[in-house]
Each structure stands twice: as structure tokens, then as C-alpha cells.
């Protein structure tokens, strides 16, 4: 009986096979009377494709994502651009800037795909070693040795020891910002156009390896300008191209969980602000460094994570306000410069924004990363005794002096046109 069925089976075949020959036979008489397009030899179906070729059927997921993306690429003003990216909500991990845990600092390089160099960019220690630097330094001595000594003897928690290094912290930030801002402004021109915000909310949102990601945290203090700084790097350098290691793991390893919200971008500033660029970002110091021993965990790590993240997220949330997100990468990178202060202690970072496409699903084929500078754990000065401040460290004088001396994109123009105006105002 099988085999009789297997004849079965060759026969109907072969009527198949040769019912088509039959119909090829009849479209080619068709097509010589000039009814129809050529058709191929028998011999040749199936080896030279006529039509083109079958697309896969996307997901219904899939189709609202385009469609979404879609809808928001065709946005023409700001506000609605953000409107659009606004109301979809759902479950992102809420990233905070300082965590205690060893693996903390590859997985901040993998999110915000951000390469790290030791240092701080030649033009800024340059800067440092100036004459002019070295005279502004003179006179700001006296001023930050009375803010020390202001907040040691008036401001100080007695009552509350434990927790004492966080207050003086904040209120210590805050005055450093409010004295550089206006020390340094006479004779600086990007400065003189800028403005000084305290306690200013940033928020943003980013995707990363099919997750999603929401940053909100307060800056103690945020200079703005109207134009943004100059880049440290070009875009096409070794360390603007490149990819940074991948982190592989669950987020919730290192205590990264999610939150149902929406994906809000918020740079401390609405819409329509003429000061619309960052410059300088102060943040206080909240990292416990006893909390840190006992979680053997490396300060430097925790402080590098913290200067990634704060300074992504800023620079995330002012590309977002000129109409530009992980579908709509950037043209130009956006810069940005960030001080963490603990009342004693200052970490620098630098932090080029050179790409928001980070995510492979989105653009799988782009090579450009993120860079950040850092130098960390620079004293300010070493005790307080007797009512002194002892050993006021001039170097990091220098290097605030050099930070708020970062010129803007056409601060070199805009200084000798202040100059050559002062002048002949004096004639």
C-alpha cells in the first residue's frame, strides 16, 4: 500500500509539472501577440527573480514604533517635538549618579556609550599656567578663604556630626559658584552674557540596548550661556571614533531598578530661554566615602560614574530642546563642564556629547562615542585651625579660574570687539 501511494504521489506531480509547461506555453503565444511582459524559459524559472523580492511582515510592535517615530521626526517646533516623546510612558531604570558597587563605572561608560581619558584636556591645563591666571588667583585667595571660614563657623551642624559634610557641602558649593561667576565675569565676555541657577531639575531620557533609561537629579548650581562652548576634540579624532565595552548583565546587579514614568527632557530651563547652552555645573559632593570603604568599592570609580551620568543627562536634555533624540543624532557635539565639590575636596570633568544614536537597533552602524575627562580628589586646602585656612592649594584655584575661563564658540571675537568698544569709550 505505501508503495502504491508513492506512484500516487509521482503522478500528481508530474500532471503538475506538466500543466505548468502548458501555462508557460500559452503566455508566451500571448506575449509574441504583444499582451503580455516576456516571460522566462522553463528552464530558467526559479534561478533569475522577476519580481522583487517578499518583505517580512513586521510585528504590530514594531509598526507603532515607526509609526511613533515617524509622527515625532515631522514635528516643527520644540514644543511639540517634545510633546510627542512626552506622553508615551512606560517602565525606564532610573539612574542615579552616585553608586556604591564595584561594577559601577562599566556599566555608566555602556549606557551613555562614553569613553574615559585620565586628565583634563590640554587647552584647559594649559590655561592653568597663564600669567593672567596666576594674577586672578591672587585675588581670589582671600575671597574663598573667607567663604571657608564664613561656612566653618556659622553654618556648621553641631548637632547633627554624622551628616555635617553633606550640608556644608551644598551651602559651600553654592557660594563657590556665586564667587567664581562674579570674580571672573569683569573681564570675560562669554561670562558677562550668562546666568547663574541654583537647585535647577534636569531631566532626561535616553535608550540603550533595548532599555530604557530616565536620569533626574538637581543641580546645585548651573551656568548658562547663549551660545555653546567650544569642543574639546574634533569629531573625527581617535577618541571621538571607537566603541566602549559592553556590559551584559541586569542593571538590578547593581541596585538600578525601574520606575513607571514619562520620558521627560528638562535641562533646568523651559523653553524660549536665551541663556539655552550649559557651561559649568556644580554639584555637591554626596558621596559617603566610609559607605565606600565598607562596600569595598573605589572612590575613583564612584566619583567617574557620577561625572559621566550628571553630564550625559544635562547634555541629553539640552540636544532634546533643539529637536535632536536617538532617532535624530546630532550635527554638532554639545560640551560641557562639571565641578563636584564635598567642602574640601574638587573633581573635575569635562564631557563632549558627540552622539545620542547609542542604541544598536537604532543605528547599528555608528561609530562615534562620547567622551569624558576627569581629575579627581584635588584639595582645596587641608585644615582649619585656630581660625585659619591652612595650605589654600593654589593649583586648585587655577584650575576653577581655568574652568570658568572655557571660551564659548565666538567668545575670541566677541572679547576684542568688548576691548576695542572700552577703548573708545576711554577716547
Known sequence: MAASMVRHGEVFLFKK?????????????????????????????????????????????????????????????????????????GWNLDLRPVNYHSGCLPFFKHVTKTFVVDGLPEEIMSRTEDASTKQKIQKLREDVKEIVLQQHFHYTHKNNKPSEWLYTGRRLTRNLANL??????????????????????????????????????????????????????????????????????DPINISVFEKHLNPIFFPGFKIGNPFKYSHTQFFACTLDRKRCMKKKSSVRQVFIGQGIASSFGMLSALAAYNMNYWDRDLQAPLTNQTIVFDGQRLSFFCYQLNTLAIDEHNNPNNSRRNVCWHLQDVLLYSDIKDGVVRDLNNDALKLLVAFMQSPTEVAASTSVEYIDTQKALSV
Open 17 to 89: 509539472q506538466a500543466n505548468f509547461m502548458k501555462y508557460l506555453t500559452v503566455v508566451n503565444k500571448r506575449y509574441k501577440r504583444g499582451h503580455l511582459k516576456p516571460v522566462l524559459d522553463p528552464h530558467e524559472v526559479g534561478t533569475i527573480p522577476e519580481y522583487p523580492p517578499v518583505m517580512p511582515i513586521l510585528p504590530i510592535t514594531e509598526k507603532l514604533r515607526l509609526k511613533w517615530r515617524d509622527n515625532i521626526l515631522a514635528q516643527e517646533k520644540p514644543s511639540d517635538f517634545l510633546y510627542h516623546i512626552w506622553k508615551v510612558n
Open 180 to 249: 567664581l561667576l562674579n570674580s571672573q565675569k569683569i573681564n570675560t565676555s562669554h561670562l558677562q552674557d550668562s546666568d547663574l541657577n541654583y537647585d535647577v531639575d534636569v531631566k532626561s531620557h535616553w535608550i540603550r540596548g533595548s532599555k530604557k533609561f530616565m536620569y533626574d537629579i538637581p543641580v546645585n548650581a548651573h551656568i548658562t550661556t547663549k551660545v555653546p562652548l567650544k569642543q574639546f576634540t574634533p569629531l573625527d579624532s581617535e577618541l571621538s571614533i571607537g566603541d566602549v565595552p559592553s556590559w551584559d548583565y
